[in-house]
């Protein structure tokens, strides 16, 4: 497959299935590179693989590449973990091998958000008010998992493109009660919330996590008022980075590629995610256990190394 051909089949996984996520089409589109090979080399199918995620992180999304970045790059750690014991193999053999550590790979990503939901259960209690930002399909199962705890929650709009409304129409018939609110109107709501619960992009080295703009506004305020912040994440999206503010964030992250390539003013531009510092979490609960934001850089050197 040439670079066109791997972002064509990445976009229509897309168009196929609108609910599946980014960094599950471009894990998926690195599986049809493999089974695609013409290479006759280990060496030579990684390097095609390394291509096509060039190709897939320098291409223009509908939102942030963090966890296209973040799940590609784990995919193929994951997949070339037992590269000693694959040297020998012909490249049949080879080929089969990885898409079969392909698959195991997928089924873990699978897996990973009824796990997040299942763990997180304990800590929501009956007739609590939980905020949400914007919309996160771990974050949209947790709430599914709760219904019967009769939650009252609120759901920040998400400008500029209103993924909390979309989140609220998901949210319709699941029994809960949820409201739609302003983003600028979380400091009116937030005395009478009792969590807030945030999905991300990605989990930096730091144990802070970069998400869809607004989430720092959102977490910082809670912190303020003595109010705790969970994080539900699958691993896929540890990334490895480590800023520790907003202007050190990739700037891959922040914008479209486009814009980047085109040399424009980047400072009128409005950025698709910013960074919530670690001391503003008090816990991640991720498909590999419930971690503190200290602990998040042991795992990120356990899952790249």
Request: hydrophobic share 40%; net charge neutral; charged share 25%.
């Amino acid at each position: 497959m040439n670079n066109d051909d791997v972002v064509l089949h990445y976009k229509k996984i897309m168009s196929d299935d609108p609910d599946v996520s980014q960094a599950i089409a471009a894990i998926k589109t690195l599986m049809e590179v493999i089974r695609c090979s013409k290479n006759e080399t280990l060496t030579g199918l990684i390097a095609d693989l390394k291509k096509a995620i060039d190709s897939l992180t320098s291409t223009d999304h509908n939102g942030c590449i963090t966890s296209i970045e973040s799940g590609c790059q784990l995919f193929l750690h994951f997949i070339t973990l037992s590269r000693g014991s694959i040297d020998s193999m012909d490249f049949k053999q080879c080929q089969e091998f990885l898409i079969k550590r392909g698959e195991q790979y997928m089924e873990g990503i699978r897996a990973a958000r009824r796990k997040i939901a299942k763990e997180i259960q304990p800590f929501i209690r009956e007739k609590m008010t939980v905020l949400t930002h914007s919309r996160s399909r771990v974050v949209l199962q947790v709430l599914k998992n709760a219904a019967d705890k009769h939650l009252k929650v609120y759901i920040t709009e998400s400008q500029p493109d209103c993924s909390g409304s979309q989140m609220v129409r998901d949210l319709n018939n699941s029994g809960l009660n949820v409201i739609l609110i302003l983003d600028a109107q979380v400091s009116s709501i937030i005395n009478e919330v009792d969590l807030v619960l945030l999905g991300a992009e990605g989990v930096a080295g730091t144990g802070g996590v970069i998400n869809k703009v607004g989430t720092c506004n959102v977490a910082a305020l809670a912190y303020f008022k003595n109010k705790p912040v969970y994080v539900v994440v699958e691993s896929f999206k540890f990334v490895n980075v480590f800023p520790t503010d907003q202007r050190s964030i990739p700037n891959k992250f922040k914008y479209p590629a486009s814009k980047l390539k085109s040399g424009v003013d980047l400072s009128r531009l409005h950025p698709f995610v910013d960074y919530t510092p670690p001391e503003y979490i008090k816990f991640l609960f991720t498909d590999i256990g419930i971690l503190p934001p200290p602990a998040v850089s042991d795992e990120i050197l356990r899952l790249y190394l």
